[in-house]
């Protein structure tokens, strides 16, 4: 029978699944809508809807590199009791492969491709995954990153995935590269070389250090002599070249590097759950809201 948009609303509003399945389960379904939210429920598609609101912010974090193509992902869950889990773990290295072998544009195309295995897209494989741990799980980001003639990758995982690195090197080595990753793991820097540095940003913290050393009483006529000085400091705090490397303070990373005959290109850092807001967990009134259900 045809299947009409009320019907779906009305399965969607019952089960909170998407549209797309919604859709899917009436069709195959022959339009009953108690067989098709039977369908959703079998496929863990309506449980997976409830947990939508939860906060996920944990999870880990994942670099695969073949050939001349590498990805970086970010997955996400509940707990880092979750992320430790190690059908989560393999999850998360599946999506990876996947996404690096698909190459969509964003996650909102990811989620859409067919996926190789026992589901038809990477959303249903989620959902499949969220119905087995039975925690809220998504895909928060991507990078997809294909190496030109002579550029070589570094990808390094610190912490069990906490903080994922790619970094991409034009000549030099992998281990060098990986070194690299490793550094940018550790101290964390915005940009690689100094030039890359927004112009209001540089402006804005000029600013900022002229006031500080204004407020600090100095003679108006070095305060611009030093300022530039403090910025130089502001860019070894934020510029990769320019920070001292971590294996070997004695150097900066553009100086290592371009002594082992390469150049960082660019590199790529997810920390999971950075940017977003974590849940405040309270075990013990969990544990007592369930004993008194």
Not at 136 to 147: D, G, Q, T
Not at 164 to 188: C, F, I, P, R
Not at 215 to 226: F, R, S, T, Y
Not at 266 to 290: C, I, L, P, W
Request: proline share 1%; with cysteine; glycine share 8%.
């Amino acid at each position: 029978m045809a299947i009409s948009a009320k019907m779906v609303k009305e399965l969607r509003e019952k089960t909170g699944a998407g549209m797309m399945d919604c859709k899917k389960a009436l069709t195959e379904t022959d339009g009953d809508m108690d067989k098709a939210v039977d369908f959703l429920r079998e496929k863990g598609i309506a449980k997976a809807a409830k947990k939508a609101d939860r906060v996920a912010a944990e999870g880990l974090s994942q670099a695969v590199v073949e050939g001349n193509k590498a990805v970086l992902v970010e997955v996400n869950s509940e707990t880092d009791f979750v992320s430790k889990n190690e059908n989560f773990i393999n999850m998360v290295d599946q999506v990876a492969k996947h996404i690096l072998k698909q190459q969509p544009a964003n996650v909102e195309e990811a989620l859409t491709q067919s996926f190789d295995g026992d589901a038809d897209t990477l959303n249903d494989f989620i959902n499949n995954q969220i119905a087995k741990i039975g925690e809220k799980i998504s895909l928060r980001r991507f990078e997809v990153v294909e190496a030109a003639e002579g550029e070589v990758f570094g990808a390094y995982i610190h912490m069990g995935g906490r903080i994922g690195v790619l970094t991409v090197m034009n000549g030099s080595d992998e281990q060098v590269a990986k070194d690299v990753a490793m550094h940018v793991a550790a101290l964390n820097p915005k940009y690689v070389r100094r030039e890359e540095v927004d112009e209001d940003v540089v402006n804005a913290e000029r600013e900022v250090l002229k006031q500080q050393a204004l407020n600090e009483g100095k003679p108006e006529k070095i305060v611009e002599k030093m300022v530039e000085g403090r910025l130089g400091k502001f860019f070894e705090e934020v510029c990769l070249n320019e920070q001292a490397f971590v294996k070997d303070g004695d150097q900066k990373v553009g100086k290592y590097v371009s002594s082992k005959g390469g150049e960082v290109k660019t590199f790529y850092r997810y920390e999971v759950g950075e940017g977003m807001e974590k849940r405040e967990e309270n075990f013990a009134d969990e544990v007592m809201s369930q004993v008194k259900k």
